[in-house]
Every structure is written in structure tokens, then in C-alpha cells.
């Protein structure tokens, strides 16, 4: 290669080289949010609350939902949510983005519906009936059944027919206070089939039944539940609490929230 053409060459790739542009590294983002609360929960029938954003670089931002029943919108100083009622049997988690940062949604299932009439005594004791009991009393406490039982068995009870259909599973269930200061005893929930409706009476007889006995730890509320399928002939159910087992009565309990559904 002649002399001339070979530096030519040479002069022109470094020329080229040298008008190349130079790629700059990328600048990091200096804008970053800090959310709070990063956790929202919200019952079934869902709601509003308030998200407080802080961003710091004076950047621009607009919340982002994860799904359509969560609402995010700018709102002075934060994010406003809200979400919609949840018809499903189970529960759900969505996310909102906040630039880097993400708030946690989540939302409880809906329930079935409570069977029973004022399962939670809320002012009286209306809907009860204390037709099998042994020897006591019922009072109606600040919201609660305060049942007393005079004897060692069958007790004193409550009840509340309901109607329900047959070859399903249900669960039903009370919360439940033992004072101290009492001699050892147990509480109990039971449910009663019958194949007919209303419940007939003590005398007719009943084709299953499951009872569920609690004695936790006294002076303290705690959970009783029963799980069962009702007979595919069944109609009626008769839902049972009660007080008793003490060998020097009388016993004492607490009953609240007492509840019979159909298990989704």
C-alpha cells in the first residue's frame, strides 16, 4: 500500500473516533416518595382512608392502582383511596405505586350472612328462648347473655331455631367469658337437625346433632365453633348455648356473637 494512502487511512478513522459522540452514564432519579401508612385493611363493605406522601426533588407523581376496585387520586399532601364493596367469599390485595414506593391494600371477604336474630345482643335478648333449660337464669349484660346454671346438668341454655337446607356445611359459634372466682364448669354450643321445619318441640326427636364444649382459660373471651354438613333431609335447625357442669353451682358465663352460616 503506497505511503500517502496508508496514513489517509489512519487519519481518517481517528477523525471518525473523535466525532463519535460520547454516551453520558444515566443520571439516577433523585426524586423518592415515602408513603404512610404502606399498609391499608378495609372489611367487606370497603371504604376511604387518607395515604400522606412525602417527595423529596420536587417531582412530579400520580398515584397507580393495581386494580379496578381500588381508587388512588392526588389529593393535598397525599393519596385518596377508595374501594369498593367486596361480593366474593375470599379475600383480596391490591397495590398503589407511588413513584418508587407501594401501599399495601388489602380487604376481608364477605361473610354469608348470620342465620340467627340478634346473635350479637345487642340491647335485649329478643329472638331466645330459654324453653329446655334446667334450673337458672338469663340477664342481658352490656350487650352480652350472662347465663347462670343452678345445677350440674343439663344446665341453663339458650336457643333460636333457624332454617336451613339440607346436604350443605355450615359453621355456627359463639364467644365466650368464664369469670373467676367460681368453681370449674364448661360452656357449650350445639346445633340440633331436624327433617321438618321450626324446630318442633323438646319431645319430637332430632336426627343428628353436634355439640362443641369450651373451657378455656377463665377470665378470658374465647372462641367456640362448630363445623358440620346437615343431612340432605334436613329443614330446621335448633341452635343451643349453655352454662353448667359445676359440682358446687352456681356457674356463670358470658355469651356474645353468636352466629350460624353457610360455609362458602
Known amino acids: 500500500m503506497p505511503t500517502k494512502i496508508f496514513f489517509a487511512l489512519i487519519f481518517l478513522i481517528a477523525t471518525t473516533l473523535t466525532a463519535a459522540p460520547r454516551r453520558r452514564a444515566a443520571s439516577p432519579d433523585r426524586c423518592s416518595a415515602i408513603v404512610s401508612p404502606v399498609n391499608l385493611s378495609f372489611a367487606a363493605t370497603g371504604g376511604h382512608a387518607f395515604v400522606a406522601v412525602t417527595m423529596s426533588g420536587g417531582c412530579a407523581w400520580s398515584p397507580v392502582a393495581s386494580d379496578s376496585w381500588v381508587t388512588a387520586a392526588p389529593a393535598s399532601g397525599g393519596v385518596s383511596v377508595d374501594v369498593a364493596a367486596n361480593a366474593a367469599t375470599t379475600s383480596r390485595t391490591a397495590l398503589i405505586h407511588v413513584r418508587g414506593a407501594v401501599v399495601i391494600v388489602t380487604q376481608a371477604a364477605n361473610q354469608l350472612p348470620n342465620l340467627l336474630s340478634n ?3 345487642d340491647s ?13 337464669s338469663v340477664t342481658w349484660t352490656a350487650g352480652t347473655a350472662l347465663i347462670t346454671s343452678m345445677q350440674t346438668t343439663p344446665g341453663y341454655q339458650l336457643s333460636q331455631c333457624v332454617s336451613v337446607i339440607g346436604g350443605k356445611t355450615y359453621e355456627a359459634g359463639t ?6 372466682g367460681q368453681s370449674a364448669g364448661v360452656t357449650n354450643i350445639g346445633v340440633y337437625e331436624y327433617w321438618v321445619p321450626s324446630c318442633p318441640s323438646l319431645s319430637a326427636p332430632y336426627h343428628g346433632n353436634r355439640v362443641q364444649k369450651g373451657d378455656s382459660a377463665i377470665g378470658a373471651w374465647f372462641n367456640n ?9 334436613t329443614k330446621s335447625v335448633l341452635v343451643v348455648i349453655g352454662a353448667g357442669g359445676s359440682m ?17
Open 119 to 121: 346473635g350479637g345482643f
Open 124 to 136: 335485649n335478648l329478643d329472638g331466645w328462648s330459654n324453653a329446655f333449660s334446667g334450673a337458672g
Open 175 to 180: 364467644k365466650t367469658l368464664i369469670p373467676s
Open 225 to 233: 365453633n362448630v363445623t358440620w354438613s346437615t343431612d340432605f333431609a
Open 248 to 264: 358446687s353451682p352456681p356457674f356463670r358465663a358470658y355469651f356474645d356473637d353468636v352466629f350460624i352460616r353457610e360455609k362458602p
